[in-house]
């Protein structure tokens, strides 16, 4: 049972969780072919679906929490198990020293939310356990929120910088050349 308490933070979690996962989308529409195309960048995939999957937890939890009367252990839970394996399925066999942080970070997070569950379905009047569940999606934000920034760094690298200089000194210097009337 979620005290009415907190029904404000887990409102704000799951607006602030749903509006970002639309910019999620929007990014990857805005950029398809770097981030899910046939040629994308298997990184630029692996970040999105991380960041997916934070966004996705922290929703469908803080949605779960607003249900008045319900036990919120069941449904977190289900959302830290699935959470944990797509992480594991994600960055086993895709080792990499950048991101051994951020997946440690993750395991930390669903794990942690996971035992906060667990003890819910135990112990479902005890109130300590909506702050701990509260800390533990600020985690989950955390870590959809740095995947997400490393996307948008991972799909900006190698853009043609060379193309826009170009293209501005142009402007630049047809605006230099052209005769305006003078006063």
């Not at 992480?87 to 951020?102: K, S, Y």
């Not at 395991?107 to 379905?121: D, M, Q, R």
């Not at 996307?151 to 605006?175: P, Q, Y």
Request: proline residues 4%.
């Amino acid at each position: 049972m979620v005290p009415s308490d907190y029904s404000s933070f887990f409102d704000a979690a799951s607006q602030a969780a749903g509006a970002l996962i639309g910019l999620l989308f929007v990014v990857i529409a805005l950029n398809p072919g770097k981030i899910v195309g046939d040629r994308a960048e298997p990184t630029s995939r692996r970040l999105a679906a991380s960041s997916f999957t934070g966004l996705v937890n922290a929703f469908f939890v803080s949605l779960l929490a607003l249900i008045p009367g319900h036990n919120i252990g069941i449904g977190a839970a289900i959302m830290a198990v699935l959470s944990l394996f797509h992480t594991l399925q994600l960055h086993l066999g895709h080792p990499g020293a950048r991101h051994i942080v951020v997946f440690m970070v993750s395991l930390l997070a669903y794990g942690g939310e996971l035992a906060v569950a667990i003890a819910f379905v135990l112990r479902p009047h005890d109130t300590d356990l909506v702050t701990d569940l509260a800390f533990v999606l600020i985690g989950c934000f955390a870590v959809a929120l740095s995947r997400a920034w490393q996307l948008m760094e991972s799909t900006t690298v190698g853009t043609d910088n060379a193309a826009t200089a170009n293209a501005a000194t142009a402007d630049t210097n047809a605006a230099a050349t052209t005769d305006t009337p003078k006063a």
